[in-house]
C-alpha cells in the first residue's frame, strides 16, 4: 500500500494514572510507539487532579529527547486560564528543542477550570479568540502590536521561533456547534469532545464541513 493510501494513527502517553506514572514507562512506550510507526503521542492538561498526572510540557519535553521522528501533542490545554503569551514560549520551545515536531490543542474547558483558576468565566470566548490570535503572532512574527478588547501588547518580540512554518498546527477541541464553527475558522485541526459518542462524533463532522466550507477552507 503506497503511503498516501495510508491512515496515521496516534496514541496516548503514559501520564495520568490513580497510581504514580513510572518515568521510565513513558521512555519506553514513546520509544516504541515511535517504531511501530505512530504518527503522533498525547497528553492531556489537568493540573489540579484527583490522581497523578504529569504536565503536559514537561513530559511532551521528555517525550521528545528520546524520540526522532514521532509528534507530541496536548489535548487540551484550557486556553483562557492561561496567558496566552506562556502557551506561546512553552509551545514554540517544545518545537524547536523537538525539531519541528509540536502540536498544540487548546479549547474552552468546563465550569469548573474557571472557578478553579479564579478567571472570570466571562467573555471566556473572546479570551480564546484573542488568545489563539496572539500565539499565531508571536511564533511568527519579529515585532508584535496586538490591540484586543483583552490582550494588549506594543513591540513585543519572542524566542526562540518554531521550527515548523507558518507554525506549529493549533487543533481545537470540543463538541459543541459553536466550537465546531470555531475550528472551521481558524484551527488547523479538530477533535472531538473527550468521551464522546460514536454517534456524537457523526452528528459533529457535517456541522464542521459546513463550518469550512464558509470560511473557504
Known sequence: ???????????????????????????????????????????????????????????????????????????????????????????????????GRAILGVGLGREAHYTEFQVPRERRVRRFREGVELIKALWTKPKVDYRGEIFQLEGATMAPKPVQKPHPPIWLGGGHPDALRRAGAIADGWMGSGGSSTAHFSQSVPLLRAALEKAGR
Not at 55 to 74: C, H, S
Request: with cysteine; aromatic share 8%.
Open 1 to 99: 500500500m503506497a503511503l498516501k493510501d495510508t491512515i496515521p494513527f496516534g496514541m496516548v502517553l503514559p501520564h495520568r494514572s490513580p497510581d504514580p506514572v513510572d518515568v521510565q514507562a513513558v521512555h519506553r512506550v514513546a520509544q516504541r510507539a515511535e517504531a511501530l510507526g505512530f504518527r503522533d503521542l498525547w497528553v492531556t492538561e489537568n493540573t489540579l487532579d484527583h490522581v497523578f498526572c504529569f504536565d503536559p510540557m514537561v513530559i511532551l519535553t521528555y517525550a521528545a529527547a528520546v524520540t526522532t521522528t514521532v509528534r507530541g501533542g496536548v489535548s487540551v490545554v484550557v486556553l483562557p486560564v492561561h496567558s496566552p503569551m506562556h502557551v506561546a514560549h512553552q509551545v514554540a520551545t517544545l518545537d524547536y528543542v523537538s525539531h
